[in-house]
Structures are given as C-alpha cells and as structure tokens.
C-alpha cells in the first residue's frame, strides 16, 4: 500500500470547490506541486507524522508547466525553467481543483491543521502548526479573520491552513 499525503487548503474548503469527503471513501483529486516557498520561518515548521515535503517523479512538459508523474500520482508544477526526466522536490502534493492533475485514492486519514502565530516574551514571532483527526472534511474552516474576544497579554492568532489527507493510492 502507497499512502500519500495531500494537502486540501483552506481557500479550497471555503470556496466548496472539492466534493466533501470522510474516512475510507474513493475520491479523484486535481493535484500541484507547490515547492517549498524559502521562507525558513514557514519551511521549518513541524510537520505532522506522517507528511513528507520530498516528491520522488518523472517531470515531462505540460503546456507551459511541467507534468509530475510519481508512484500512483499524477500533478502539474510550475517549473522555474523547462524540466525533463527524474526530480527529486521539496514541496507539497495540493488540492487544485481548477488546474491540477488527476490522482485517485481511498482516504486514510484526514487531519485538520491549525497554524498559530504570537509573539514570545523577547517579542519573537512564533509559528506553531497542530493536526486534529477528523472524520470528514469539514464545511468551513477558520481563516483567522474573526477577532478573538477578549484581551490577552499576548497577540495569539490563529487560523487553520487546510486539511492533510493521507490517500491510499492504486485502489480502482
């Protein structure tokens, strides 16, 4: 069995453009490969278990994309420059209802993640991310654009970055 971890963003859920889903259900997902941003505050961040930032594909040209075929995936990436043959990426597998490719699978598990941002006692950002087991992929998630009532001593905000799916890839 081939598991792949999935990222189904927040904006995705939000704008309903992906089939609700729950544990052990078949779904086709439209996949891109995001490459990780650089950014060493949001590329250091703990990933849950599970959630692997390599993608081990064969790269072939896609229009004015790259087309990513890996071990029972297909995705489009936005190559910085022409790409032909094997590639070994640092990036995230993500839902792209619109321009992704193809990938079919049984859902595993699905894991709601929350990112936190505050500022320590030295006035250092800090950037936490938690996963919660869900059953379903929920209908709304919280973007982090309500405030929170009440006054802490702490500026704490919160939103939640999407859902990791854990597919079981080759099921018919």
Same mark, same amino acid.
């Given at each position: 069995m081939r598991s792949l971890?999935?990222?189904?963003?927040?904006?995705?859920?939000?704008?309903?453009?992906?089939?609700?889903?729950?544990?052990?259900?078949?779904?086709?997902?439209?996949?891109?490969?995001?490459?990780?941003?650089?950014?060493?505050?949001?590329?250091?961040?703990?990933?849950?278990?599970?959630?692997?930032?390599?993608?081990?594909?064969?790269?072939?040209?896609?229009?004015?994309?790259?087309?990513?075929? @890996? /071990?029972?995936?297909?995705? &489009?990436?936005?190559?910085? %420059?022409? =790409?032909?043959?094997? *590639?070994? $990426?640092?990036?995230?597998?993500?839902?792209?209802?619109?321009?992704?490719?193809?990938?079919?699978?049984?859902?595993?598990?699905?894991?709601?993640?929350?990112?936190?941002?505050?500022?320590?006692?030295?006035?250092?950002?800090?950037?936490?991310?938690?996963?919660?087991?869900?059953?379903?992929?929920?209908?709304?998630v919280d973007d982090g654009?309500?405030?929170?009532? @009440? /006054?802490?001593?702490?500026? &704490?905000?919160?939103?939640? %970055?999407? =859902?990791?799916?854990? *597919?079981? $890839?080759?099921?018919?």
């Open positions: 971890p999935i990222l189904l963003p927040a904006a995705v859920i939000r704008a309903r453009a992906c089939p609700l889903a729950s544990i052990r259900q078949i779904r086709t997902w439209r996949l891109r490969f995001v490459e990780r941003s650089g950014n060493p505050t949001l590329d250091d961040l703990p990933r849950p278990a599970g959630w692997s930032d390599v993608v081990e594909a064969s790269a072939t040209p896609h229009g004015g994309a790259v087309a990513l075929h @890996g /071990d029972g995936f297909r995705a &489009v990436w936005d190559a910085p %420059r022409p =790409v032909t043959g094997p *590639v070994r $990426l640092r990036g995230d597998l993500v839902v792209d209802p619109l321009d992704g490719l193809e990938t079919r699978g049984r859902i595993l598990r699905l894991r709601l993640l929350t990112e936190t941002v505050r500022e320590d006692t030295a006035g250092e950002r800090v950037v936490a991310l938690t996963a919660r087991d869900l059953s379903a992929i929920p209908k709304a654009s309500r405030e929170a009532a @009440g /006054d802490t001593a702490l500026d &704490v905000r919160t939103r939640d %970055r999407g =859902v990791l799916l854990d *597919v079981e $890839l080759g099921v018919a």
